[in-house]
């Protein structure tokens, strides 16, 4: 069957879903190609049950952790395979978001096919020949495995798969210690599990190390086992180059993604590729000016918050005709461990290569948080980063919900504000957000209370008063 649609979108995950929905409720005729899954990566084998595990190891892991507070400590009993009834029941309860009937109620057409290019406005999916101006690419990333000797002849675990396994590791071991090895890895070993990470490099190489090492000194005191600079030379067995043989139960494959840009056939549409991503500009447009790439493909940032902003940014650019540029400064991300390790724009390392040393960092640490002590927090921080006039570049924190703390600070950069705002405004108390203030107050401290300032207020305490 030919089709003709205004807007074809290629993956119905966190970036197409987006764009799809958008351009049918703009009144737009759509069609949408999916070969698996509705919901991509995120909802299936990613972030939604990633965090439903981790959930269900927070609860096992509250049971331990009572004697400060004068409840007394049990080990949990755990009954892996209903915390994996959990993991499937939240999927599916969210899974009607994104589901073909929803997305026929929207008014967008839905082929569960493999979709290719024929021409370069062409796509082939199935039965269908499917011809638009303005394509959009969402086709995701896959688990990248590493080329270790034997690895692929070994049984292992990705993200694809670790969710349908229903018996609990005796011992885990993980390879990739970024933030998917780290999560499952903590989540595990509260489960009950032994586990050990192996990382070739450092862990948490992206966050700002002042930080990371807070997330990791938990990790250990949990009892998860963690190896950096572990060079694996035979991934049958898991032998280290030192010849350590390290005997586990299962392996998890954690290494980073690939974006998915096979099977798509882009040299007949004349879109430049590599092996690791579909080439865009800063509009997202491909070397095709009819075809766009959102998300995991284009091989710009891997989480689903960036596949959405991507697709508003299609949306804008493409179907409004309005200014439509990638604005990396303001990238969010967070590490779901406990504690939660979020960082928004620059690092203080990055902060530096862009500014040079004109930048001021602030931090204030949760122990000097009343709410972070009434709950036994007694480490993590606030950190951020200005320029010479205030103007916010970065922040990061460290400690309990931090994924939902950072967001002032989102704002903040999104919005290109300074320290002063994020100074003034009056947080409730008593709050793990106040760490924030206090932070940006601080980089206020130097001149409020200094000699300078202290002179004026001695002056004007003399006048009369008024
Ligand atoms: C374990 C794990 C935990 C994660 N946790 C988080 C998190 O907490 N927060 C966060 O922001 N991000 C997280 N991510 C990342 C997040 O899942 C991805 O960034 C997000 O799913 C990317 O969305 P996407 O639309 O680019 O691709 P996907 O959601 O992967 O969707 C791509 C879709 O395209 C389809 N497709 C591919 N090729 C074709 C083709 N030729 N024809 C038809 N269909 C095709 C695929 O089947 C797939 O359904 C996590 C990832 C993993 C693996």
């Known amino acids: 069957m030919r089709l003709t649609p205004d807007v074809c979108v290629v993956g119905a995950g966190s970036g ?27 909802l299936n084998f990613g972030c939604v049950p990633s965090k439903a595990l981790i959930a269900a190891a ?19 009993r755990v009954d892996f395979a209903r915390v994996m009834d959990h993991v499937a029941e939240t999927i599916a309860a969210i899974a009607p978001n994104d589901s073909v009937e929803r ?13 290719r290019f024929a021409a370069r406005t062409e796509l082939l999916a199935g039965p269908h020949r499917i011809r638009s101006k303005r394509i959009v690419l969402a086709t995701g990333s896959r688990p990248a495995v590493p080329p270790i000797p034997g690895l692929a002849e070994a049984p292992y675990l990705t993200n694809e798969t670790i969710f349908a396994n229903r018996t609990l590791p005796s011992h885990l071991i993980a390879i990739g210690g970024g933030p998917i090895g780290l999560e499952l ?21 992206k966050d700002d190390p002042e930080l990371s090492t ?70 997202l447009r491909t070397t095709n000016r009819n075809v766009w790439a959102i998300g995991d493909c284009n091989g710009l940032y891997a989480f689903t918050h960036m596949a959405g902003y991507e697709a508003s940014l299609f949306i804008r650019g493409a179907l409004f005709r309005a200014p439509a540029r990638l604005d990396h400064s303001i990238v969010p991300w967070t590490t779901y461990t406990d504690p939660e ?79 002063s705002a994020m100074a003034s405004f ?37 006048l009369p008063v008024w």
């Open 16 to 42: 197409g879903l987006v764009v799809a929905a958008g351009a049918a409720q703009l009144g737009l005729d759509v069609v949408l190609i999916e070969r698996g899954e509705m919901g991509g990566d995120c």
């Open 58 to 76: 927070r609860a096992a892991q509250a049971q331990r952790s009572g004697s400060a507070f004068g409840i007394a400590a049990v080990e949990p």
């Open 103 to 115: 997305f026929e109620k929207l008014g967008v057409r839905v082929l569960k096919e493999q979709a």
């Open 185 to 205: 890895a903590q989540a595990f070993r509260r489960l009950g599990a032994r586990v050990t990470v192996l990382e070739a490099m450092s862990f948490l190489a």
């Open 214 to 283: 807070v997330v990791l000194q938990h990790l250990m005191d949990e009892g998860v086992e963690l190896r950096a600079g572990a060079k694996i030379v035979d991934g049958t067995a898991v032998i280290l180059d030192g010849g350590e043989l390290i005997d586990g139960s299962h392996l998890l494959v954690a290494t980073g993604r690939t974006p998915t840009v096979d099977g798509l056939d882009l040299d007949k549409a004349g879109i430049a590729h590599t092996p690791h991503s579909i080439t865009v500009d800063s509009g």
């Open 341 to 419: 390790l979020a960082q928004v724009g620059l690092s203080e390392q990055a902060a530096r290569a862009q500014h040079g040393d004109g930048i001021k960092v602030v931090r204030w640490p949760f122990a000097d948080n009343d709410r972070a002590r009434t709950e036994r927090v007694n480490d993590g921080l606030v950190k951020a980063i200005a320029d010479r006039r205030g103007r916010i570049l970065g922040a990061a924190i460290v400690g309990p919900n931090a994924g939902e703390l950072i967001q002032p600070w989102c704002l903040a950069l999104s919005r290109r504000l300074k320290m």
């Open 426 to 462: 009056v947080p409730p108390y008593p709050t793990l957000g106040e760490a924030s203030k206090r932070a940006a107050g601080s980089y206020f401290t130097e001149a409020l209370f200094g000699a300078r300032t202290r002179k004026l207020v001695r002056f004007l305490a003399r």
